[in-house]
């Protein structure tokens, strides 16, 4: 997914891991086995942040920690819909 910045010069969409970038950026740098292994690195990177980010909006939030990925898949497109500003909503 791409980044999108708004006129207020915040961001509305969320960007791919820099670290999934970078891990595609140094492959043909890397033999077969460098390659499965910076892919799987990534892959772990991806399933971590995801986790991390759920633990932060849990937090800022005030939620238990529960499965709250579908109040927050919800969230996100009414925010990116009114052009909130994150730093500010999640406070």
Known sequence: M??????????NVMRPSSFLISSVAV?????EKG????RELADLHEARA???????WNLK???EPLDTTSFIDSL??????TEADYTIFFR
């Open 2 to 11: 791409s980044s999108s910045v708004n006129e207020l010069g915040t961001y």
């Open 27 to 31: 492959e043909p740098l890397l033999d």
């Open 35 to 38: 390659v499965a292994r910076a």
């Open 50 to 56: 995801e986790q991390a980010l759920q633990e932060m």
């Open 61 to 63: 939030l005030g939620l």
């Open 76 to 81: 996100i497109p009414i925010l990116v819909k």
